[in-house]
């Protein structure tokens, strides 16, 4: 069996991971005993976070001028299409990071759950097809917008699909008056923190990313 697990504690001393075959372990602010813990415990440092902002008052003009595709809600009976973008896009993310044998049946499965989770669902079109897709979620009691999950079908990436997406969901959320918008960025993925900063996107926050896979 494997387990799924995203664990949040102050101390691995709290967490009972011994017989978890697969667990996902984010740490801040950790010192040297922290890193010993996760050795001790077969976690390996996979990845680092970082948490993004991007303030949305006053830069309408702004996002418009970098939306070169129009981004629009999505309809029910398109989200295969989007699922086949999602398991193209997020082999190397370590959310969805499955040991073998059962990898691909729960790999899919996992991606399912996190859209499962949006509120909203915008999609970007090149020529009738769906390119890409951005699922929102809103954290804080609902008063802030949150990029849950995003993906871009590689073909369309040098088209400014990526760009169009993230400005097009900036502007929405701005005209609907939201003060932010908040996402979570590796920084192995230099091109989407790139976008995240043409955006006026503010990092903080540095998290980093421990797997266990038995």
Same mark, same amino acid.
Do not use: W
């Given at each position: 069996?494997?387990? &799924?697990?995203?664990? =949040? *504690?102050?101390? +691995?001393?709290?967490?009972? /991971? ?47 001028k970098k ?30 990071? &499955?040991?073998?044998? =059962? *990898?691909?049946? +729960?790999?899919?499965?996992? /991606? ?47 088209i400014g ?53 038995e």
């Amino acid at each position: 069996m494997i387990k &799924i697990t995203n664990l =949040e *504690s102050d101390s +691995l001393n709290n967490c009972e /991971i011994d017989n978890v075959q697969h667990l996902r372990l984010s740490l801040d602010n950790h010192g040297l005993d922290q890193v010993k813990e996760c050795a001790q415990k077969h976690l390996y440092l996979f990845d680092r976070m970082l948490d993004v902002a991007v303030p949305l008052k006053n830069r309408q003009k702004d996002f418009s001028k970098k939306i070169r595709l129009k981004a629009e809600l999505f309809q029910e009976n398109e989200k295969q299409e989007l699922l086949k973008i999602a398991y193209r896009s997020f082999t190397d993310d370590s959310r969805f990071r &499955i040991p073998a044998p =059962e *990898s691909e049946l +729960l790999y899919k499965n996992t /991606i399912q759950y996190y859209m499962d989770q949006a509120e909203a669902t915008y999609v970007c079109r090149y020529k009738d097809l769906i390119i890409a897709f951005a699922n929102i979620t809103f954290i804080k009691d609902g008063t802030v917008p949150f990029f849950h999950l995003v993906a871009v079908d590689e073909k369309y990436r040098m088209i400014g699909a990526a760009l169009s997406l993230y400005a097009n969901v900036c502007q929405i959320y701005a005209e609907q008056g939201y003060a932010s918008i908040e996402g979570k960025i590796s920084t192995k993925n230099t091109a989407v923190m790139n976008l995240y900063g043409s955006l006026g996107g503010i990092f903080k926050n540095p998290q980093d990313i421990y797997v266990k896979m038995e």
